[in-house]
């Protein structure tokens, strides 16, 4: 009786603190305190434990007891799904644990996955939520880890009313009660080895991290799978949309720029000095083929100030009545004629091949 009114205590504060509070983790300082003991209990206790385990178990055994505790926790499932009046899915569930147990022995095959029968997992922390309960402050229990006020009082139920376990010490086995709990701590953490280094080399705040993960889970569960769009949100600004795109025909233009620059060159050079011309030709050429991305943002920049002053002046036209020729056309030919006088001129010994 006692227990049952310390449940309904548990349950009551629960559901005061999931509509007072809006910050998710107002006891912080404590979590981080409670969080830094399970962590050097976890570092030089449990995790040396579960890697010995994992290296002297067999894979088979280790399964088979991951199968059989999970099939237990079965019970709960169904308890909770009839809570939440989902019937389909608690008859599918009693299902899988009728199956398991019988053809399994006692759970540790589990042949109701073999059959392709769908696994749920349902707690009363999550019956709460679903009816609309908020999570309440977010809570790090000792050695057990990651929780919620709203998910506490739910542990404490389940561990009362439908954890096969339980049973144990309510008949006296004490003794038994607590080995088969370490067993089922031992399993747990097992399953977490790789999780736990993963959260450790990739993480920058391993609490902040876990804290987050944790609570985007429970809401994905209370919610079937979906997870509600305030816990995605990023905290990151978004990137900068306002810079104006930048013009493509800027290094068109740049390319004609340098092209007139170098017929300049070519007409002002003097015969006795082609192969100096020449070689700034090719010169230009590649700064026309291959453009630094310096020159292009700064053209670019320019296009975009000043667009009337991008076309060089040689490019307008100096006729109107369209009978002339244009004046790069009139510049361009007559360099061509100089370039092939100066050609003729040079003595045959000196003449390009």
């Known amino acids: 009786m006692k227990k049952l009114r310390a449940i309904v205590l548990i349950a009551t504060l629960a559901s005061v603190s999931g509509c007072a509070t809006t910050n998710k983790d107002p006891l912080e300082g404590l979590n981080r305190g409670i969080y830094k003991f399970n962590d050097v209990a976890d570092r030089y206790a449990m995790k040396p434990v579960a890697k010995a385990y994992k290296a002297v178990a067999p894979s088979p055994v280790r399964t088979g007891i991951s199968n059989f505790f999970s099939n237990l926790g079965t019970l709960t499932t169904v308890v909770n799904d009839l809570l939440q009046l989902k019937f389909a899915q608690a008859f599918s569930d009693a299902g899988r644990f009728v199956i398991n147990t019988t053809f399994g022995v006692v759970g540790l095959i589990d042949v109701a996955s073999m059959d392709n029968i769908p696994k749920h997992q349902e707690d009363f922390g999550q019956t709460l939520g679903y009816w609309g309960m908020g999570s309440g402050a977010y809570l790090v229990l000792p050695i057990l880890g990651p929780s919620t006020v709203r998910d506490a009082s739910g542990l404490a139920i389940d561990t009362v009313t439908s954890d096969p376990i339980q049973y144990l010490h309510n008949i006296g086995q004490v ?179």
């Open 175 to 353: 003794r038994t009660y607590y080995q088969v709990r370490a067993v089922q701590l031992l399993d747990k953490r097992t399953q977490l080895l790789d999780a736990t280094d993963l959260v450790d080399n990739a993480s920058i705040d391993p609490y902040a991290f876990m804290r987050d993960a944790y609570l985007q889970r429970r809401a994905s569960l209370i919610q079937d799978g979906l997870v509600p769009q305030e816990l995605l949100q990023d905290e990151f600004e978004p990137a900068d949309e306002d810079v104006p795109a930048k013009p493509a025909a800027s290094s068109s233009n740049n390319g004609e720029t340098v092209l007139l620059q170098s017929v300049t060159s070519v007409d002002q050079a003097e015969p006795g000095n082609m192969a100096a011309v020449v070689v700034s030709e090719s010169q230009a050429v590649e700064s026309i083929a291959a453009p630094t991305l310096d020159e292009v943002d700064a053209l670019a920049f320019e296009a975009t100030a000043q667009p009337e002053e991008v076309l060089p002046p040689l490019l307008e036209q100096t006729s109107e009545t369209g009978d002339e020729m244009p004046v790069v056309e009139k510049e361009a030919a007559e360099v061509v004629a100089a370039i092939d006088e100066t050609l003729m001129a040079l003595p045959a010994e000196t003449a390009p091949q």
